[in-house]
């Protein structure tokens, strides 16, 4: 499982669950998402496994016009 932070900003920050915050790469006040993340893609697993943790900017999301 996974822990999902947003900050004032509108970034995402995925770490594995349980795990601190990483306070040095990750600037801001991040506050934890109070819905639980089983699966996630497997671009932020690779991320989390690799550096530990996962940050992108929502508003750099493409978002579908329907």
Do not use: C
């Amino acid at each position: 499982m996974f822990d999902v932070y947003l900050n004032d900003r509108r970034d995402l920050l995925v770490v594995r669950k349980g795990l601190p915050i990483p306070l040095g790469r990750t600037p801001g006040k991040w506050r934890k998402s109070k819905t639980k993340v089983v699966k996630v893609s497997d671009e932020i697993r690779s991320a989390v496994q690799r550096q530990g943790y996962y940050v992108r900017k929502l508003r750099d999301l493409p978002t579908s016009r329907h």
